[in-house]
């Protein structure tokens, strides 16, 4: 992904300094969040709280940490009175010492609760959503897993979570681990039963989640839905086809270029009644012709998606927006694979991988909330100073 030129990093930063204590003195902080966290340590012996360990491992990955020994590295460099905002209290005899060790890192990150951290992270996130206006737009939550490639557990499992992303703001707000006896299908719901609110929330999914079940349980909770719909309901794909489309006018159109291809997008859109599927009050067709600018080859493809939202809640360009909002989430696996090397880890022990998806999250998650457009660069930014991760997280 190129350089953004026109990052908004050191603004950024000079808000956030500037009103940091009007934004959130009436919410917890990273350091009260982490302690939600349960030990899994026996108290006799433990020198630093497991709040202020996780802590030190945010600010590392926030700082462009790749691996536990980069985070280690992080921790054995940062100077005393950085480590003293966090909390932590190096023995003026043994300063090196006393420090938490790339070791201690590991062995706590593999035995940490990862439901528990997952929930402390995404709730200090969704602390600093931005808080929406009356005449904001619809609220999109995006659903999709991604595999961790590099952490191959034993008989070659992947470590495969399942996570919701707001369109947005970018921000993480919840994330689970699909276990080995299940799937994502099975996780959809317990994934989202983790939002206090889901009220007015749009949720969007790919085809896999195009299941009746979650339909029903959006819609219990208050919900809407907008799903990509393809062979694994062929009933219901068989009658979106079949609607009049021809005799539809067209609604929307939009341009695109990037990825090395321009992308020509066309949407149409008709109310409907008797669909297959709970809820449906609209169906949507998208036809994408898209153009690689290096080849010339062109290629026109034909989605369809239905939405539990009424034509008075949401027009053709509202529910372009959020089909193509979903993707976002794609980006963000995009970031965590090229950026954090996540796909090249190895790291496999115990709830290691995903604790340190969580903290990609956070880091993105944190550059997103004050505006950071190139999440390398603002990881370049924050490793040239020790204080800058302290800033972002709110600890100093």
Not at 4 to 20: E, M, R, V
Not at 167 to 183: A, C, F, I, R, S
Not at 251 to 273: D, F, L, M, W, Y
Not at 336 to 346: H, I, L, M, P, V
């Amino acid at each position: 992904m190129p350089a953004d030129t026109s990052s908004l990093i050191p603004p950024a930063f000079d808000q956030l300094h500037k009103h940091s204590e009007v934004r959130f003195e009436e919410v917890p902080g990273l350091l009260e969040r982490l302690a939600e966290v349960p030990d899994p340590r026996d108290a006799r012996g433990v020198r630093h709280r497991l709040a202020v360990v996780l802590a030190l491992t945010a600010c590392a990955v926030l700082a462009g940490a790749t691996s536990l020994l980069a985070v280690g590295e992080w921790i054995a460099d940062a100077p005393a009175h950085v480590l003293g905002q966090v909390g932590a209290r190096p023995d003026p005899l043994l300063p090196k010492r006393a420090l938490p060790a790339e070791t201690t890192v590991r062995r706590l990150l593999a035995r940490t609760d990862g439901d528990a951290l997952d929930r402390a992270v995404g709730r200090w996130l969704a602390d600093r959503r931005p808080k929406p206006t009356g005449t904001a737009g619809l609220r999109g939550l995006a659903v999709d897993g991604k595999s961790l490639r590099g952490a191959a557990k034993a008989k070659g499992r992947k470590i495969h979570l399942l996570a919701a992303l707001e369109h947005t703001t970018g921000l993480v707000p919840v994330q689970l681990d699909v276990g080995e006896k299940t799937n994502e299908i099975t996780c959809f719901q317990p994934l989202l039963d983790t939002v206090a609110d889901l009220a007015g929330v749009v949720v969007t999914s790919d085809a896999m989640h195009s299941q009746r079940d979650h339909a029903d349980y959006l819609l219990g909770r208050g919900a809407h839905y907008i799903v990509i719909v393809k062979g694994n309901q062929k009933k219901l794909r068989r009658q979106l086809k079949a609607l009049p489309w021809k005799d539809i006018p067209l609604q929307g159109r939009t341009k695109g270029v990037g990825h090395g291809r321009s992308e020509i997008r066309r949407i149409k859109v008709a109310t409907v009644n008797n669909l297959l599927f709970p809820g449906a009050r609209q169906a949507v067709q998208i036809k994408r012709r898209r153009t690689d600018r290096k080849t010339g080859k062109t290629t026109v493809k034909t989605v369809y998606a239905v939405a539990s939202l009424s034509a008075e809640q949401a027009t053709p360009a509202q529910l372009a927006r959020l089909v193509r909002g979903h993707w976002t989430i794609e980006t963000l696996h995009y970031i965590r694979d090229t950026t954090f090397a996540e796909d090249a880890s190895q790291v496999r022990t115990g709830n290691t991988p995903r604790a340190m998806a969580t903290w990609r999250n956070l880091a993105i998650g944190a550059l997103r909330a004050v505006g950071a457009k190139n999440i390398a660069a603002g990881l370049r930014h924050n490793a040239r100073d020790p204080h800058r991760p302290l800033a972002l997280l709110s600890l100093g």
